[in-house]
């Protein structure tokens, strides 16, 4: 299995680009699938999930190239309705292609997703949406069985702004007869990259980005070509790497909207940041400064995609910092990898009290879940002596060569075996 192998001490310094967000790429794939039309797709990272989301597409019987990081899918032979088991256990996102199969053949059968195992994420505000809609669904053996004589548009009120529940009534309601209202829907930028891929190809929708999202049913869809917006989590993980080295970096093909409420935080905990377009220059402090308190929130509130990345720039901080982790109740589990290598972490629940130290220690870890992963890749920049960071395949599904990146940048990090 491979893992990462990090001598810290380097000071990150240079420039970086950023490839598009794997948050908005995933659902755009599942969203080939309803027009049985043709879609150019380009600016796409090279990730675990995309792999995984290309053979889904080709296993229902679409038609995928790959040329560089654009790719193009044909979705008019698709043929099957049953999404493989063992790739919907791979991947939560997968999930999204309930609506989306829904919408082009009427019919699907799927199993539950799996994915991190950052806590309970339970899919019932997709399956009483889809219901709504006109969808019947049985639970059986693990599996879910979906089918409708024709989804019809409604109005729909979310308990709680789930981004996959947003993007599963916005796939299925693109052909369903009639509006569909999406009311406290998610707000995320990913939904939004969504939006305006599908009206590109002739969908009618507006409001991604507020909390009411509006669809109105079209009969057909047509080709299209799209490039997918920059990854704001990729985006903050480089920020913190300069922030945790005290570096020096210029990071390219930003969207600094997207990334607001990461820039406000790190700000507090002392690092200088000029934006320029869609540039930024990120230059880490001498000394971290402690957050009084940081709250993960539906954006564009703080993202808990972010939350490990800042308890490894915290546990350096001068002083005590809380950290209050509201989206998912589980995601604590890198607390535990970084106290082996000397932060000074207590978590209660959902809270997390970080005491900053004078420094971190290389030593032996474990990648529990991907953004877990990044933070102890960072934890491992700025640490005295050799960090392994074992299980990296985690970290793949959401960083492409996350270690090449960081050697432009000076890191001291190799992938071996």
Do not use: W
């Not at 299995?1 to 240079?14: H, R």
């Not at 939006?195 to 999202?213: D, E, F, H, M, P």
């Not at 809270?351 to 420094?359: D, F, L």
């Amino acid at each position: 299995m491979e893992k990462y192998i990090i001598n810290g001490g380097n000071k990150l310094t240079g420039e970086t680009s950023i490839l598009g967000a794997k948050n908005a790429v995933l659902p755009i794939l599942a969203a080939t699938v309803i027009g049985g039309n043709k879609s150019i797709i380009s600016n796409i990272p090279n990730l675990r999930d995309v792999e995984i989301m290309k053979q889904i597409l080709i296993d229902l019987g679409c038609t995928v190239d790959v040329e560089g990081t654009t790719m193009i899918v044909d979705s008019k032979p698709l043929n099957r309705i049953v999404v493989q088991e063992e790739l919907v256990r791979e991947m939560r996102s997968s999930i999204i292609f309930m609506g989306a199969m829904l919408a082009r053949t009427g019919e699907v059968i799927i199993s539950y997703p799996g994915g991190c195992e950052i806590g309970p994420r339970p899919i019932d505000l997709h399956l009483k949406a889809l219901k709504d809609m006109g969808a019947e669904i049985e639970e059986s053996h693990g599996h879910l069985y979906c089918r409708t004589n024709g989804l019809k548009g409604c109005d729909i009120q979310l308990d709680y702004p789930s981004v996959g529940a947003t993007e599963n009534i916005i796939l299925a309601g693109v052909t369903a007869d009639g509006k569909t209202i999406i009311r406290n829907a998610a707000r995320e930028p990913e939904i939004v990259d969504l939006q305006n891929y599908l009206n590109k190809s002739g969908a009618r929708i507006s409001g991604a980005g507020t909390s009411v999202i509006t669809i109105e049913g079209v009969n057909t869809l047509r080709d299209v070509a799209h490039s997918i917006i920059p990854d704001r989590i990729v985006t903050g993980t480089i920020m913190v790497a300069a922030a945790i080295t005290g570096g020096d970096i210029i990071i390219n093909n930003v969207i600094v909207d997207h990334v607001l409420g990461i820039v406000a935080k790190l700000k507090e905990a002392g690092v200088t940041i000029y934006s320029n377009g869609n540039s930024m220059k990120v230059t880490g402090p001498r000394k971290i400064n402690s957050i009084e308190m940081l709250q993960t929130l539906p954006y564009p509130g703080f993202p808990t995609d972010m939350q490990a990345q800042m308890m490894a720039l915290l546990s350096i901080a001068n002083g005590t910092s809380i950290i209050s982790e509201t989206v998912f109740e589980n995601r604590f589990k890198h607390a535990e990898e970084l106290i082996r290598m000397g932060a000074n972490i207590k978590t209660f629940g959902r809270v997390a009290v970080i005491k900053g130290v004078k420094e971190l220690t290389g030593a032996k870890t474990t990648a529990k879940d991907l953004r877990g992963g990044a933070a102890l890749t960072l934890a491992g920049l700025a640490a005295k002596g050799t960090t392994e960071v074992n299980s990296i395949y985690h970290i793949e599904r959401g960083y492409d060569n996350l270690h090449l990146t960081l050697q432009g940048l000076g890191a001291d990090i190799n992938k071996v075996k």
